[in-house]
């Protein structure tokens, strides 16, 4: 069974940096992409960054410029450094790993909670 444990989230500052982290552990088999989504009450679940195995990224525009996501593949871990938050950031965060053990499916952590306010 493959599990997605996120930390980080919290209450920060218009402006301020929050750093999120999610460790991948289970059955034997390999990762894939990693990366985060968020979602507000009553909208759709949106991405907000991916990485490749090989380290190639890809944001949405809103995390342009703002948004660091980088992994480790030694810890199996994924982390998305947020700079310069506003309050628009607010949202459930959740990580997203491809992972293989018979076939590629797609796993999902509990979700953080990150509120941007002052």
């Known amino acids: 069974q493959v599990q997605l444990v996120e930390s980080g989230g919290g209450l920060v500052q218009p402006g301020g940096s929050l750093r999120l982290s999610c460790a991948v552990s289970?059955?034997?088999?390999?990762?894939?992409?990693m990366g985060w989504y968020r979602q507000v009450p009553g909208k759709q679940r949106e991405l907000v960054a991916l990485?490749?195995?090989?380290?190639?990224?890809n944001y949405a525009d809103f995390g342009e410029g703002r948004f660091t996501i980088s992994r480790d593949n030694a810890k199996n871990t994924v982390y998305l450094e947020m700079n310069s938050l506003k309050p628009e950031d607010t949202a459930v965060y959740y990580c997203?790993?491809?992972?293989?053990?018979?076939?590629?499916?797609?796993?999902w952590g509990q979700g953080t909670q990150v509120t941007v306010s002052s």
């Open positions: 289970g059955s034997l088999g390999s990762i894939g992409t």
């Open positions: 997203y790993t491809r992972y293989y053990v018979r076939g590629w499916d797609n796993y």
């Open positions: 990485i490749t195995n090989g380290g190639t990224t």
